[in-house]
C-alpha cells in the first residue's frame, strides 16, 4: 500500500471541501443558471479523491493494531474521523438527483455512523480529562458540522423529521463547543502552527446552520437572518487573521479552509436568490468563481507537495532492535 498507508484522518478534509464546492454549484445552477454537470463533476471528483483516502486509512488502521482506538483518543486527530462518514453524507446529497433510493441509503448509513461517533467522541472527551490546549476548532466537526450536515442531508432525500432531530444536536452542540472554543482561542496560547488553519473551521457552523434551516424551513425567518448576521461577524473575523494565515507554512492543514468558505459561498448565492438585488446572477457567479479558485490553488499547492513528497507524514521510525546478552564463557566464573 506504500505511501498511502501512512493516510491520516484529517487528509478527508480534501473530499469534504470538494463536496462544498460541488454543493455551491448545485445552488448556483438553481439560482443562477450554473450549468448542472460543474456539480455533478466536482462530486465525482469528491468520490475520488474520498475512494481513494478510504483505501489508504484502512491500509492505516489494519496495519497497525490498535490504530484505529488510537486515532479515536488522539487529543488532535480524534475529530477528524467523522469526516469520513460526513463526506459520504453528501455523496449521498449529490446522488439523490440521480438515483434518489440508493442516495437516501448511502445519507442514512452515514448519518447513523456519524451521530454514533459524535455520541462516542463527547462520551470519550467527557472522561477523558482533554488538555485544553490541545483543543482545536476541529472539534466543531463530529456533533456540530456533522448534526448540521446530517440535517440538510436528511431533508434533501425526503427525511424532513430526521431533519429536525440532527439540527437540534448541530445546534446545541454547536452553542456548548462553540463558546469552549472561543474561550481556548481568546484566553489560552496560540494553536501551534500545523493547527493554525483550523480556525478556519470557525465560520462553518454559521452558514452550515443557516443552510440547514433553509432546507427545513425555505423562506426565511428570524433564525435564518440570525444566522446570516452571525455568519457575516465571522467571515469579518476571518479577514483580521488573513495575515496569520499567510505566515503559515503550507499544509494539508490548509483543506480546512474548503468546506468552511463553501458554506459561506453558497449560504451567500441562497440569500441573493432570495433578496433578488439587481446583479444576483452576476455576484453570484462572482461568489463562486473566488471559491473555485481559492480551492483550485489548494489543490495545485497540494500536488505538488505530492510530488515533492512533503504531503504525507513520514513513515514511523523502525523499532529498535532487540537487546541481546552474552552468556559467560563455561569455566570462566564470573
Known sequence: MGILSRTPPNFFAAPFGFTGLAGTWLVLSRTANAPRGVSAALYVLAAAVW?????????????TRGRLMADLRDPVLSPFVSVIAIVAMQLGVGLHSYAPRTATVVVDVALVVVIGLGGWLTGQWMTGAPDQDKFHPGYLLPTVAGG??????????????LGRLCFGIGIVCWLVIGSLMLQRLFFRPPLPTPLVPTMAIEVAPAPVAGLAWFALTPAPDTLAFGLAGYTILMTLAQIRLIPIYLRTPFTPGFWAFTFSYAAVATLAIRWLAVERPPAQQALSWLIALLLTALIGAIAVRSVIALVQRTYFPPPPPPPPPPATTTAPESGHPR
Not at 53 to 63: E, I, K, P
Open 51 to 63: 475512494l481513494v483516502l478510504l483505501v489508504g486509512y484502512l491500509a492505516r488502521v489494519t496495519t
Open 148 to 161: 448540521l450536515v446530517a440535517s440538510a442531508a436528511a431533508t434533501t432525500v425526503g427525511q424532513p423529521g
